[in-house]
């Protein structure tokens, strides 16, 4: 169930490698450049309905003669 010599020193050989990488901290003004992508994103989008009010009158109306006719 353990790991095999190769997987060893792969496994070896990454953790050496991540803990020598320099810690990379964000600019100062990093925090308001991803606010300003949000608001010119957010802002640009309008969503419409999938059917209109004339669209689920129509659907309606003709729901509602065919119940008619059904009846006669």
Same mark, same amino acid.
């Given at each position: 169930m353990g790991l095999?010599?190769?997987?060893?020193?792969?496994?070896?050989?990454?953790?050496?490698? #991540?803990?020598?990488?320099?810690?990379? =901290?964000? %600019?100062? %003004?990093?925090?308001?450049?991803v606010m300003q992508? #949000?608001? %010119?994103?957010?802002?640009?989008?309008?969503? =419409?309905?999938?059917?209109?009010?004339k669209g689920f009158?129509?659907?309606? %109306?003709?729901?509602?003669?065919?119940?008619? #006719?059904?009846?006669?």
């Open positions: 095999n010599t190769d997987e060893k020193i792969i496994n070896d050989f990454t953790k050496k490698t #991540i803990k020598s990488l320099p810690l990379e =901290l964000p %600019s100062d %003004s990093f925090t308001e450049m992508r #949000i608001d %010119s994103k957010s802002s640009a989008k309008t969503y =419409l309905p999938l059917i209109t009010k009158y129509a659907v309606f %109306s003709a729901v509602l003669v065919l119940m008619v #006719i059904s009846v006669w």
